[in-house]
């Protein structure tokens, strides 16, 4: 059993059928060692009398124990904590013009995808509101071969060559003597790193900004980063760079939030990414490239092999050529997602690399990890690894090797074999890396069009609004307020100031260093509206969690009302009361309770509903609970609805009054639900800043 299907037609369920061969259903089955042997006894080992001594030949115990002893694999060196999900991918048009690519021709095929998220520093146990960049990795089973897309939800890299990554790691992750601090990078190893190495000026700026804290891993952008090539079938090349756009929008928490998140519920992407495809909302994202032609590779004022620049969307538009739908939850999270194995090596003809010299390291490093990782050469073999395709060659035995290849020939060329497994002709489907002309001389040296590290930096930052400004400035406050060394801090004001002065100002300011002394702040008032996700056009409720305040005696009419409302815009809603069971209206309908005060949290809700009902709204006042469950939404700029009574809830919670202009809604009709909806949809309301 070598591939799935050795026809060549993929479809949707491929890889599903494929998975269904290792699947095993332990159900209503008697229990057996690994051999197969049936257990008589589970629970006593088997010992020299009641109180004696355990005995050596207690296989069952043995086995049992070995097993359990070696359960751990070593956890990715970066990207550990992750959460994975199947889906499929379908292009919209066929991209012949561009790349001869084959999941990327025909718009009724549906190709199996398998989607790992992550988190970058932490380990595997680590929260996952972390503030932190986001790898969104995408294993592509296509009829040519698997694909990988290893990308992150930013599209600039820290580093311009992979020779630096694992300072860089080194640098982020905690430090090694007392393994402080967990998932962060506020910390002044990290910082340091950043002060001496100018190249990381632009992606610290998006890291520090609201894209390193998403809402929801359906709800944030995903790129490629790198520079690839398409090929077409005439052999012509284009430069590409790949886009994930979700259809929900760029969301993002805010600081606070994101912080006591990491406390009350450290799955909180983990859970919401798996209630989606549970619920049927399958998380949708569409499929852009850039493309510039291979003429054009010097006619941009930057170089487009460097990693620590993006190709501004004004200038080079994102093309959206296809759709993917993750819409079903793995079965077992150790042997898919644990054991799925990523490697930007892993391309089908039709896409080939560009000289990005860290895309180059990193075709070195995936295969290298997983050695070490999954324990040995064969780790394609594992369920979630094969391609649905047939795959031949004269690789042979390893560390847990699955397949057996027969006859004595494992060697190319033969003839006891009719030397096959033959390599297949490019017109045949093999691939053919792409003919670039190369010419140089052997340096350890960075081109001088890599030494502006100043300009997209200061384009992000033109680009964001107010707000979001506020938000990097906080963000810098907080990481760099927390570096003891007042050196670091001092020079990483400094390399600000090469960015924008009034932004180092800032920075001193909330750190106590001393206002920049530098003045080489670059010139440039070019903006790139795309890169703000304030300014993106997408606002839609769906999916989004409200808490519904209610207790006894509250108003059923008007819960059944915004109910419904909620019902027809995709929203769902959790009961939050002051102690689990049901509650009873006036009107003495009964609901069930899903949350209580203790269990929940408005951080874990997109906006609170205080139903309205005098005898409801008396029991939820008297708990201080509701009361700063209400405040803190709105200091988290929340939308927040009120039936009537709710109202004094309201108050006593500091809002002044109601203004949905503000996001602050009276529930009174149908009209008003209409317009808690939207404030819903709006995401944040920031004019209560
Ligand atoms: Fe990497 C994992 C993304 C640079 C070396 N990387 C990893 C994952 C993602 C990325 C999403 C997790 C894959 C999974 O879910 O299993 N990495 C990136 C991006 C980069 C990048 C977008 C820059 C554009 N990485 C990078 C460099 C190197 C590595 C320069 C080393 C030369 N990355 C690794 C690794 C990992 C990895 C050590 C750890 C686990 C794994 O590969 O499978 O090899």
């Known amino acids: 059993m070598v591939s799935e ?45 009641t109180r004696g001594p355990t005995l050596m030949e207690d296989f069952h115990f043995r086995e049992k124990m070995t097993h359990f002893d070696h359960e751990r694999i070593p956890e990715r060196i970066v990207h550990a904590r992750g959460s994975g999900a199947h889906g499929y991918f379908q292009v919209y048009e066929p991209m012949t013009e561009f790349t001869k690519a084959k999941f990327l021709q025909d718009p009724s095929v549906k190709t199996p995808v398998f989607v790992r998220y992550s988190t970058v520093a932490g380990s595997r146990g680590s929260a996952d509101s972390v503030r932190d960049v986001r790898g969104f990795s995408t294993k592509f089973y296509t009829e040519e071969g698997n694909y990988d897309l290893v990308g992150n939800n930013i599209p600039v890299f820290f580093i311009q060559d992979a020779i630096k990554f694992p300072d860089l790691i080194h640098a982020v992750k905690p430090e090694p003597h007392n393994e402080i601090p ?20 632009h992606m610290i700026m998006w890291h520090l900004s609201d894209r390193a804290i998403p809402r929801s891993l359906r709800m944030m952008e995903g790129f490629g980063v790198h520079t ?16 994930w756009k979700p259809v929900l929008g760029v969301k993002s928490l805010v600081w606070d939030e994101a912080q006591k998140i990491a ?38 004022d930057f170089d487009i092999l460097d ?45 080939d690399f560009s000289n990005d010299p860290l895309l180059q390291g990193r075709l070195f490093s995936y295969t290298d990890t997983q050695l070490s990782r999954l324990g040995g050469p064969n780790f394609h073999e594992l369920p979630i690894n094969r391609p649905v395709c047939p795959f031949h060659n004269n690789q042979r035995d390893g560390m847990h090797r699955m397949t057996i290849n027969p006859g004595p020939v494992s060697y190319h060329k033969n003839s006891l074999a009719g030397n096959s497994p033959v390599p297949a002709s490019e017109a045949e489907g093999g691939y ?9 001389r052997k340096v350890r040296q960075r081109s001088e069009s890599f030494k502006d590290h100043y300009s997209q930096a200061k384009l992000f930052w033109n680009s964001m609004t107010e707000v979001e400004k506020e938000h990097i400035i906080a963000a810098f406050h907080f990481e760099v307020g927390k570096v003891k060394s007042k050196d670091v801090q001092q020079q990483v004001v400094e390399m600000f100031s090469n960015v924008d002065l009034e932004l180092a100002e800032a920075i001193a300011k909330g750190v106590g260093a001393n206002p920049p002394s530098n003045k080489n702040e670059v010139e440039t008032e070019l903006t ?24 006894d005696g509250f108003n059923g ?60 709204v008396d029991a939820l006042k008297a708990t201080k609970n509701s009361i700063f469950f209400v405040n803190e939404a709105y200091n988290h700029f929340k939308a927040i609805g009120a039936g009537k009574e709710g109202a004094e809830i309201l108050t006593k919670a500091g809002i002044g009054s109601f203004d949905p202009n503000a996001g602050v809604v009276a529930i009174a009709d149908e009209k008003s639900g209409t317009a808690f909806i939207e404030a819903i949809a709006k995401h944040r309301h920031w004019i209560r800043a």
């Open 182 to 201: 967990q998932a962060a990078s506020a910390h002044d190893t990290f910082w340091d790193f950043v002060a001496n190495n100018e190249e990381t000026a």
């Open 528 to 551: 790139s509206p795309a890169l703000s996700q304030e300014l993106m056009k997408v606002k839609t409720a769906a999916t989004r969690k409200v808490a519904i305040l209610a207790a």
């Open 228 to 243: 690839f090539r398409f090929v077409n079938e005439e052999g012509v090349s284009h430069f590409v760079k790949f886009h």
């Open 557 to 616: 009419t008007e819960v059944n009302q915004v109910l419904e409302s909620f019902k027809a815009a995709g929203i769902t809603a959790e009961i939050v009361s002051i102690n689990r069971g049901m509650i009873t209206s006036a009107t003495e309908q009964q609901v069930e309770v899903d949350q209580t005060f203790l269990t929940a949290d408005s951080v874990l809700y997109d906006a609170v509903y205080v139903a309205g009902g005098q005898e409801s």
């Open 263 to 300: 406390g009350k519920n450290p799955d909180f992407h983990r859970q919401d990414l798996w209630e989606a495809i549970d619920t049927d909302n399958y998380p949708e994202f569409e499929f852009g490239v850039q493309l510039i032609k291979e003429e054009d590779e010097f006619n941009f």
């Open 5 to 49: 299907n050795e026809s060549g037609k993929i479809n949707e369920h491929s890889k599903n059928r494929q998975l269904d061969q290792y699947r095993a259903d332990d159900n209503g089955k008697k229990m057996t060692t690994n051999q197969g042997l049936r257990i008589s006894e589970d629970e006593h080992s088997l010992k020299a009398g």
């Open 432 to 440: 053919a890396h792409y003919q670039e002309k190369v010419d140089g």
């Open 307 to 351: 990693p620590t620049k993006l190709w501004p969307e004004e200038q080079v538009p994102v093309k959206i050529i296809g759709k993917m739908v993750l819409n079903q939850n793995p079965d077992n999270f150790f042997a898919e997602t644990e054991q799925i194995a990523f490697h930007p090596g892993h391309v089908v003809p039709g896409i």
